[in-house]
């Protein structure tokens, strides 16, 4: 579907602008993020000579929105990285810019800031150092209660296997509906649209192993 001017405005400021406190460490950490990103989307999208337009086509997002995080003037939230990243036909951690050193691999909590959905209600951090593995991403999920979060399709044949450490969740795989517990494991295609839910009364912590297929 197109994007008019008026979803782009609405993309724009409702999605890739979360609000944080000024001077904080989550303001300190999206700016980062931001940087990342910015180098991240302008090197993919140049070596696949791509413009803006091209590349608003492929991900869904707007060419104003795409302007403005290739500009670091804005800090992109969860769900409109993962469409960009899946427009360029990259796995997400590389549109992260996380750095590959030879030998043993270390990722630093401050190397990855949380990444937070547009509503700050759902965060999800990369734990798997750039250069570990290039079709394998591990992530730490958080959502508080009552916390919905909406992902759209991954790359073709793209898997996850979800492990809920804590909580519950309600996981929607389109039409599939599943209830998951502490301990819980669960395998599924990520290619298509699913939604996280916490059902738990606290907040729900997860790991989320993601595998994607190389064409």
């Not at 990444?115 to 965060?123: F, H, I, N, W, Y």
């Not at 593995?133 to 909406?150: G, N, Q, T």
């Not at 997860?206 to 994607?212: E, K």
Request: include cysteine; proline fraction near 5%.
């Amino acid at each position: 579907m197109p994007t008019t001017k008026a979803s782009a405005k609405t993309e724009t400021a409702s999605q890739a602008r979360p609000r944080v406190a000024q001077g904080s460490g989550d303001e300190l950490g999206a700016a980062e993020v931001a940087r990342r990103v910015a180098d991240g989307l302008k090197r993919f999208r140049k070596a696949r000579n791509l413009s803006l337009d091209d590349l608003a086509a492929k991900s869904g997002v707007s060419r104003a929105a795409l302007s403005q995080i290739e500009g670091s003037r804005t800090n992109p939230t969860l769900s409109v990285l993962w469409k960009v990243a899946v427009g360029l036909g990259v796995p997400f951690h590389e549109l992260l810019g996380v750095s590959e050193d030879g030998g043993a691999k270390i990722l630093r909590t401050s190397d990855t800031p949380p990444l937070k959905s547009a509503d700050g209600r759902t965060e999800s951090r990369l734990l798997s150092p750039g250069g570990s593995s290039p079709d394998l991403e591990i992530y730490e999920l958080r959502f508080v209660p009552k916390a919905v979060h909406r992902s759209e399709p991954h790359g073709k044949g793209t898997m996850e296997t979800l492990v809920v450490m804590t909580g519950a969740l309600r996981l929607h795989v389109q039409e599939t509906k599943y209830e998951l517990s502490a301990g819980d494991t669960i395998f599924f295609k990520a290619d298509v649209p699913h939604v996280y839910e916490n059902r738990a009364t606290h907040e729900t912590r997860c790991f989320n192993v993601i595998r994607y297929i190389r064409e």
